[in-house]
């Protein structure tokens, strides 16, 4: 049989038992085989027994770490072509960084997608075969492009014999009589920018025969700088071993000035150094294909300079080209990199993102927009900026814009659609009396305005007294009683009514305002809490939901200001912390869940097993509770994978000797799963939504809440 039509193996390799089981259970629907090992020692052992046409490789494990075990299999005759699929949950580009040079094919953020898993495995294998399939036929496709050959030279591996042409000395600005031919004499010609890569793209080379044609720079004796590009084949021995390079050198000096003097005239404008309207929509093409593989967003600003005639007619185009030059640069130094998308490969140092389309037009390409009103923050900051005064022909000038913006989807799916609608709204502006932006959309105007009022207003909130709490009772499985409650936040707008969270907890971690809420809800939760204690009601704690700006911003600090203020006993208090928070500097974050403990206060961790804790690291954590994820819950019990995966959290957190929560039950069949499964304690609108303290007050007596759930 082929590759494609035997049955795949697979090889997962995690220290963490959970996932490894989660991971299995998922490639086996999918039509893996499956091998297991523990630790990267034993990776290494099964390589050669089981033959495995994938590895999935946990970076994070003890002795052996991911990295160490990749470079180790990449070392073995047999593991070398075996793409490798490292499982991370740390999203820094030192560390993806790290897992390329170590020879990982491709690598999966945690928390893992179950639902997508098997199709990208399946999908890194069908590529590395592919690649494996062009790095066995470019050795006769090099030979079949070689052109325009100016200098020659070959190196015999074994006998470390090197030879260069007339023309190979020539192009170094060599001696002959006095330059030794060596790869480290070649070398020392190269530029020192690109001496490394250089070196390490021939010792690839040597090692997999494989070698892409290479544009460097060459400096020669007199201090002369050439551009050459660099071409090598290799020949191989009956082995399979590379015994000899055979290669030219070319110099394309003259070329390569030339091509990128026509490309700067032809994709720039003289007057601003800003891309023109030709590699504008080049650069906007790129960034739509972008889009659509990704389902990102992205807006063209259309900026219009007002009454720009007017400089022109008065003062002159020569005062006119300066106040257009002073323009640009302050369209360029307004805008952020975070905002921005080069338009072009080859552009101006700082000329990123925008573009003079004509006269006095100008254009701005943001992607990767999270929210379609960042566009407008972009075009409030543009129009402040231009409103400043020019200085020009020894005299200020005043100008104001107009900004039109057009939205991927919302507003057009390709180039000439998005400008011109782009344009449209700018015309629109300056209808509406110039110096103001408006969206293609006019329903999108009204929703901006809105927006961008409501972050205006969630900065007044606080000082307004506006937030407020209501509570969500946890039941006991056994005993049926209320043994704690979640604070929930809500904000009573004054003329909106109650807004839901989803509506402006992601507005207030923008604006930097979740911490200062944060610890109004952990002030106002203790407060609450002591209250209903002086009322003489039940002991109950209650949990908190603590955000990852809060967590590394002094939680502890607030945590105590709350407590001592209140006069809450510490062990009617529990935080809840996601797994991305606790996962986030592991040696850090153990230290502050260590000093919240010492204080008394209750640990849980929320929404787990969405991938990613790892077992080894939870085991360090002092928790008292895990909060099953509610997605796990929803399907129960007819999912089968949720049910097993559920049962599976609720037996290792009790051997972690862990308090077992489950959230978002809903149904009598989800309670009885629950319960028989050895579930602690239950919540969910199955027995009450959240509520406010004065019906939570209610509850907190003798059986209420859950009896007629039970009866």
Not at 160 to 168: C, K, M, P, V
Not at 179 to 192: G, M, N, R, Y
Not at 330 to 350: M, N, P
Not at 461 to 488: M, N
């Amino acid at each position: 049989m082929t590759a494609e039509q035997r049955t795949p193996i697979a090889l997962i390799v995690d220290d963490d038992a959970m996932m490894r089981l989660l991971i299995r259970q998922t490639l086996e629907r999918s039509g893996f085989v499956c091998h297991e090992a523990g630790n990267g020692r034993d990776a290494l052992k099964l390589m050669g027994t089981h033959s495995p046409d994938i590895v999935l490789l946990d970076v994070v494990m003890p002795e052996l770490d991911g990295y160490g075990t990749c470079a180790e299999l990449r070392r073995l005759p047999e593991a070398s072509h075996v793409p490798v699929i490292m499982l991370t949950g740390l999203d820094d580009d030192d560390s993806i960084d790290r897992a390329y040079q170590a020879g990982a094919t491709d690598f999966i953020g945690k928390p893992i997608s179950w639902g997508v898993l098997g199709y990208r495995v399946r999908y890194v294998m069908r590529a590395s075969r592919a690649l494996r399939d062009v790095a066995k036929h470019q050795s006769s496709l090099e030979t079949a492009q070689r052109i325009a050959r100016l200098g020659g030279w070959e190196w015999d591996i074994p006998h470390n014999e090197h030879y260069w042409s007339a023309e190979t000395y020539r192009i170094l600005g060599l001696d002959p009589a006095q330059a030794h031919p060596s790869l480290e004499a070649f070398l020392q010609c190269v530029h020192e920018d690109e001496r490394r890569s250089t070196r390490d793209a021939v010792m690839e080379l040597v090692r997999c025969g494989e070698f892409a044609p290479r544009l460097i720079r060459i400096v020669q004796p007199g201090g002369g700088l050439r551009y050459v590009q660099l071409q090598a084949l290799c020949s191989l021995d009956g082995a399979g071993t590379v015994t000899r390079l055979s290669g030219t050198i070319q110099d394309v000096t003259e070329l390569q000035e030339a091509e990128q003097r026509i490309r700067h005239l032809a994709c720039y404008d003289g007057a601003t150094g800003l891309p023109n309207r030709q590699s504008f929509i080049e650069g906007l093409g790129k960034a739509l294909g972008v889009a659509r593989r990704h389902h990102r967003q992205l807006a063209i600003i259309a900026l219009d300079l007002d009454q720009f005639k007017r400089v022109n007619d008065t003062l002159g185009h020569g005062v006119g080209n300066e106040v257009l030059l002073a323009a640009a640069q302050r369209l360029v130094a307004t805008l952020r990199e975070c905002d921005v998308i080069s338009v072009s490969e080859q552009r101006l140092e700082g000329s990123e993102g925008a573009a003079r389309l004509d006269g006095d037009e100008f254009s701005v390409l943001l992607t990767d927009l999270d929210h379609y009103h960042d566009a407008a923050k972009v075009a409030h900051r543009l129009l402040q900026e231009l409103r400043k005064p020019f200085e020009a022909g020894g005299q200020e000038v005043f100008l104001t814009a107009s900004i039109g913006m057009a939205l991927y989807p919302l507003d057009g799916d390709d180039a000439d659609s998005l400008m011109r609608n782009a344009g449209a709204a700018m015309h629109f502006a300056k209808e509406q009396g110039r110096d103001n932006y408006q969206f293609y959309s006019r329903a999108m105007n009204a929703t901006a305005l809105e927006k961008l009022s409501m972050e205006s207003q969630l900065r007044k909130a606080l000082e307004r007294d506006e937030f407020l709490l209501h509570y969500q009772p946890k039941i006991d499985a056994a005993t049926r009683r209320v043994v704690g409650v979640e604070a929930l936040i809500r904000w009573q707008h004054p003329e909106l009514g109650i807004v839901p969270p989803n509506q402006f907890i992601p507005l207030a971690e923008e604006t930097g305002l979740i911490v200062p809420i944060g610890e109004w809800v952990l002030r106002s939760a203790c407060e609450q809490n002591r209250a209903w204690q002086r009322a003489r009601l039940p002991r109950t704690h209650i949990a908190v939901n603590i955000s990852s700006p809060h967590f590394r911003q002094g939680l502890t600090a607030s945590i105590s200001e709350a407590l001592r203020g209140s006069g809450l006993d510490p062990a009617l208090l529990e935080v809840e912390l996601t797994e991305s928070i606790l996962m986030q500097n592991v040696e850090t974050t153990l230290a502050t869940l260590h000093e919240i403990k010492e204080m008394g206060v209750r640990l849980a961790i929320d929404d787990f097993g969405t991938g990613y804790s790892s077992l080894s690291y939870l085991k360090r954590f002092p928790l008292d509770a895990l909060k099953i994820d509610r997605s796990f819950v929803k399907d129960l019990p007819r999912d089968p994978e949720d049910a097993a995966i559920t049962k599976a959290i609720i037996g290792m957190a009790h051997s972690l000797r862990l308090q077992v929560v489950a959230e978002g039950v809903e149904s009598r069949e989800q309670l009885a799963f629950l319960q028989q499964h050895g579930c602690d304690v239950l919540q969910g609108y199955l027995f009450s939504r959240p509520v406010s303290a004065r019906q939570l007050a209610q509850m907190l007596g003798p059986e209420r809440v859950a009896e007629a759930i039970w009866t």
